[in-house]
């Protein structure tokens, strides 16, 4: 998984993008808490048959100085 947490909303201003990105919906998911608290969610989540380990990111500085997170990129077809 790419270390990028923001998705490229230009995506389809680029004359060679692909047209199968732009029939996808992106969903990220954000966990936030302490290091240990983040760490047994993903793992719960794994457990749960929800997500890899590795899919997260790594955890990264929040805003609050005493949390982390990590987030989970979810691309998925459009539904017509």
Request: net charge positive; charged share 25%; glycine share 4%.
């Amino acid at each position: 998984m790419s270390q990028e947490f923001v998705p490229d909303d230009n995506l389809s201003e680029r004359p060679n993008s692909d047209s199968a990105i732009s029939e996808q919906d992106v969903v990220l998911l954000t966990v936030v808490g302490s290091p240990s608290g983040v760490r047994e969610t993903i793992l719960t989540l794994y457990r749960l048959g929800f997500a890899e380990v590795g899919d997260w990111s790594p955890l990264q500085r929040a805003a609050n100085p005493k949390q982390v997170m990590s987030v989970l990129i979810r691309r998925r077809k459009r539904k017509a």
